[in-house]
C-alpha cells in the first residue's frame, strides 16, 4: 500500500513539473511577443512623431516662404505701380506741350478777319474771326511781366532760332513786335531738340518776353496766320 502511494505521488510530481514548465515556457513566449509587440508600437509611434514634426516644420516653412513672398510683393507692387505712374504723368505732361492744346485747329483760310488777342493773365490766345474766338491755345508769356502790351501785327516768321546768350531757341516762330515771337516751347541748338523742362511749364510765366505755345500750335501759327494780323496782348 505504501508503495502504491510512493508512486502515484512520483507519478504526480512528473505531471506537475512538466505542467510548470509548460506554463514556464508558454510564459517566456508571451512575454517575448509582448516585449516585440511593445517595441513595435515604440518604432511606429517614432515614426509618427516624426513625421508630423517634419509636417509642421514644411508648414512652418511654407508660412514663412508665404508671408517673405506677401511682404516682398506689397513691397514691389506699390513701386512698380508709382513707376508707371511716373511714366504715366511725363506722358500726359509731354502731350500737353506737344499737341494741339485747343483740340481741332481750323483751317484759317476759310475765315475772314482775323486777329489774335493775348491775356497774360490768363495765360491763353484766342485767335478770332471778326471778333468771334475760333480757337484757344495755351500759352507761357513772359517772367516778370517782360512781354509788352498793346497792339501790334504778324510781319515776319521762320522754321528756326537759337539764342546764345539764353541758350535755347525755339521752332515755328512769328513775329509781332520788334524781338518778340509766337514760337514753340524752347529748343537746345537745333530744331527739334525740345526741352523736357522748359515745355512742363507751358501755362505760366516763364519766357524773356515772347509767347511760347506747344509745338502743334507754334506750327500751326507759322503755317496758317497771314502777315498783317493784328496782335493784342493784355
Avoid at 506722358?91 to 499737341?99: F, G, M, S, V
Avoid at 517782360?146 to 501790334?152: N, Q
Avoid at 504778324?154 to 535755347?168: I, K, P, Q, S
Wanted: charged share 20%; proline share 4%; aromatic share 8%.
Amino acid at each position: 500500500m505504501a508503495g502504491r502511494r510512493s508512486a502515484y505521488v512520483g507519478l504526480h510530481r512528473k505531471r506537475t513539473d512538466w505542467l510548470l514548465a509548460g506554463e514556464t515556457a508558454l510564459c517566456a513566449v508571451l512575454a517575448v511577443a509582448l516585449c516585440g509587440t511593445i517595441a513595435l508600437w515604440q518604432a511606429r509611434a517614432s515614426e509618427r512623431d516624426a513625421a508630423i514634426a517634419a509636417s509642421r516644420n514644411g508648414a512652418g516653412i511654407a508660412r514663412v516662404e508665404s508671408a517673405s513672398a506677401k511682404a516682398l510683393k506689397r513691397r514691389t507692387v506699390p513701386q512698380v505701380n508709382e513707376t508707371l505712374a511716373k511714366q504715366r504723368e511725363a506722358e500726359e505732361q509731354r502731350a500737353r506741350w506737344t499737341n494741339p492744346t485747343g483740340g481741332v485747329q481750323p483751317d484759317l483760310s476759310q475765315y475772314t478777319g482775323i486777329s489774335v488777342d493775348v491775356d497774360l493773365a490768363a495765360q491763353r490766345a484766342y485767335v478770332k474771326s471778326n471778333g468771334q474766338t475760333i480757337y484757344t491755345m495755351v500759352t507761357s508769356s513772359g517772367m516778370d511781366d517782360s512781354t509788352p502790351r498793346g497792339t501790334y501785327t504778324v510781319d515776319a516768321r521762320g522754321l528756326h532760332f537759337f539764342n546764345a546768350t539764353e541758350g535755347m531757341g525755339a521752332d515755328y516762330w512769328v513775329r509781332f513786335y520788334g524781338p518778340y515771337l509766337f514760337h514753340s516751347v524752347p529748343t537746345g541748338q537745333n530744331f527739334g531738340e525740345y526741352l523736357e523742362d522748359e515745355g512742363a511749364k507751358l501755362g505760366q510765366p516763364a519766357s524773356h518776353g515772347c509767347v511760347r505755345l506747344s509745338i502743334a500750335d507754334a506750327k500751326w501759327l507759322y503755317e496758317q496766320l497771314p502777315d498783317g494780323t493784328p496782335v493784342t496782348i493784355a
